[in-house]
């Protein structure tokens, strides 16, 4: 056993867990909790600022969350916080500091400072009009290209926030290496009004890269050579590789070894957010997240949100072994958050070695997946009410929409869904007929924000950064690294060489097939 399995702690818990089993003779059904306890609602929801998170639709009780928290204590949750937050090498795997959180510091570092003042620079002429294509037109259209975290972060948040954007500036996004996906962001584009943003830390990865490549011939042939130095700018740290691109150094933001790229967003990867929306707003998303910081690092573990969410997760996913995690926003706005979140959790904490290297006996990260309500109802919730395997869920309901159409009563009937769903999953519902049995007693976390703002949207994010940083403390694995990625990036290298006529590699019968099938392509 490991030094995690074979604590009182986790043992205390696992007994804890046998008495939630069977007919729930000791602890009872969650609508039960409601019922010996009147002030449950209250007892378990915490409120920051215009985000409220709402515990009570899980088995959580006194004694149970007195043994998570006592969990987090014994894992040294609070010293690896302040070590991340002091800018320790908590990245053990790389030797590298953690430092997302100073992007967005109040008093941010000096290096950091000066690229947010570069970028209020950049982001005024482009959205005055006072920086101009070739032609002298102004730009009209954003297309950044990355993938990654180069991507996902920014593409949420542009649609998460577009109701801040300017009207006269728009925002697409390419990452796939799909021809299929440049081409369409491409389509009905003028050139002379378009600006690319190449999104890549080391300026040599092979999907950004090729899609840059493909990018600059587009323009080329539409205004020349010379026009790449006014329609291409770059999130990297390598000048070389950028200036040998035909990019003028001088448009080149950078950032840091300790900004890991599902983290980045708050760094000059958040160029093209910054252009969508102004300055102004940016900062009001980096303020968001800074709230969030200060009660992480402030708020008692009993009160702390993404403690309270962490060992929630933690609850699920070891001792009552449910491998999901549903994130449902009731917010069109939010379509892109749970493939952000994926990456966020599944990236970060998909590991089963500890930060040793030792083989973990435990489970980690959850299958993160999700769609927004209503559209999630008509697709996968039959599974969640009515299937066999117990998925947790996470609710994202916003009160104030932006598009209040019909009098609102879009927004109501949206919130109505999203509230009566937690519901019909706590409360169930008997029949005689079977196919009509919901067993009910499924738990469910809500999100509540008064509205979708860059401050409250950064509220939100930064509550699920540290929700994931806690499970990973607690679980003893390095949370920052994603060595998973590498291999098979290794191995299509080789592949590809083979695709296109090179000498021929070992390997099994099922990928040479495939080679000599791909070679018409």
Not at 71 to 89: I, N
Not at 191 to 210: G, R, Y
Request: hydrophobic share 40%; aromatic share 8%; charged share 20%.
């Amino acid at each position: 056993m490991s030094a995690l399995t074979d604590s009182q702690e986790w043992k205390k818990l696992t007994q804890l867990r046998a008495t939630w089993r069977g007919a729930y003779a000791t602890k009872g059904r969650i609508a039960a909790l409601f019922e010996q306890d009147p002030h449950r609602a209250e007892r378990y929801t915490r409120v920051l600022g215009g985000l409220r998170l709402d515990l009570s639709k899980t088995h959580l009780d006194p004694e149970t969350l007195d043994a998570l928290l006592a969990l987090a204590k014994a894992r040294d949750v609070e010293t690896w916080r302040d070590r991340m937050f002091a800018g320790e090498s908590i990245n053990l795997t790389e030797g590298r500091a953690v430092l997302h959180t100073a992007l967005r510091a109040e008093q941010p570092p000096a290096q950091v400072a000066e690229v947010l003042t570069r970028i209020d620079s950049f982001v005024g002429r482009v959205r005055s009009g006072v920086w101009t294509g070739a032609t002298g037109q102004r730009i009209r259209t954003i297309v950044n290209i990355g993938i990654g975290g180069s991507d996902l972060g920014p593409a949420m948040v542009c649609q998460a926030l577009e109701p801040y954007g300017s009207p006269e500036l728009k925002t697409r996004f390419v990452s796939n290496i799909d021809g299929t996906h440049l081409a369409t962001a491409l389509d009905r584009l003028d050139p002379a009004t378009t600006l690319f943003v190449i999104a890549s830390k080391t300026f040599t990865t092979q999907e950004t890269l090729t899609n840059a490549t493909s990018a600059r011939a587009w323009l080329v042939a539409a205004l020349g050579e010379a026009a790449v130095a006014k329609h291409f700018v770059a999130v990297s740290t390598n000048g070389s590789g950028v200036k040998q691109f035909g990019i003028d150094p001088a448009n080149m933001f950078g950032f840091w070894d300790w900004v890991g790229g599902r983290y980045s967003l708050w760094s000059a990867i958040g160029l093209p957010i910054a252009l969508q929306i102004g300055m102004e707003n940016f900062r009001a998303l980096l303020a968001g997240a800074r709230a969030m910081d200060t009660h992480f690092r402030s708020a008692p573990l009993a009160d702390n949100l993404p403690v309270l969410l962490a060992l929630t997760g933690i609850w699920y996913r070891n001792f009552w072994n449910l491998p999901a995690l549903a994130v449902l926003p009731y917010d069109q706005s939010l379509a892109r958050l749970p493939a952000f979140l994926q990456q966020l959790d599944m990236e970060s904490n998909g590991k089963s070695v500890d930060r040793d290297g030792n083989p973990v006996d435990y489970d980690t990260g959850p299958i993160v997946f999700g769609e927004p309500g209503t559209n999630g109802q008509h697709a996968f919730y039959q599974l969640i009410h009515q299937g066999t395997t117990v998925i947790p869920a996470d609710f994202i309901l916003v009160r104030r929409s932006h598009h209040p159409l019909g009098d609102g009563a879009h927004q109501r009937i949206l919130l109505s869904h999203g509230i009566a769903q937690t519901e019909a999953l706590l409360q169930g519902k008997h029949s005689l007929e079977p196919h009509r049995v919901f067993s009910g007693d499924r738990p469910t976390t809500t999100f509540a924000l008064d509205e979708l703002s860059p401050f409250t949207l950064g509220q939100l994010l930064a509550l699920y950064e540290h929700k994931v940083f806690v499970q990973g403390v607690i679980w003893n694995i390095n949370s920052f690294d994603q060595f998973g990625v590498e291999l098979g990036k290794q191995l299509a290298s080789t592949i590809l060489a083979e695709i296109e006529g090179g000498a021929r590699q070992p390997h099994d019968a099922s990928t040479n097939a495939l080679i000599d099938w791909s070679r018409d392509a």
